[in-house]
């Protein structure tokens, strides 16, 4: 099973960048699908976006369209989140995840996560 560490976030103002990474380690010669949740204080747990094994697939959730991109580097076993023109409601802990399940924004079908990287976007 793959183990999953986040990195990369922080404290960013409206209107500037981020880029988050994710390093899978163990089970990597698996095909899994990986993608993004991430939940604010109080509330639900949100599907931000998902990248098929390959890459050649990906879906990003209405509220981060046109900001934010989706990426994954199989040889280095990491996948990206650039996250552009932020706005204080991208705050949130966001969390890496990974599937031999592929296109779903349900977060029980994501068995593998990882500990969760806090992004702060704040004026």
């Known amino acids: 099973q793959p183990q999953l560490v986040e990195s990369g976030g922080g404290l960013a103002h409206p209107g500037e960048s981020l880029k988050l990474s994710c390093v899978a380690s163990g089970g990597t010669q698996n095909p899994y699908c990986m993608g993004w949740f991430r939940q604010a204080s109080k509330k639900e747990r949100e599907f931000v976006a998902y990248?098929?094994?390959?890459?050649?697939?990906?879906l990003l959730a209405d509220s981060v369209k046109g900001r934010f991109s989706i990426t994954r580097d199989n040889v280095k076993n990491t996948q990206y989140l650039q996250m552009n023109s932020l706005k204080i409601e991208d705050t949130a802990v966001y969390y890496c995840v990974a599937s031999v399940r592929c296109y779903s924004k349900d977060p029980s079908d994501y068995e593998y996560w990882g500990q969760g990287t806090q992004v702060s976007v704040s004026s």
């Open positions: 990248i098929s094994w390959r890459g050649g697939s990906w």
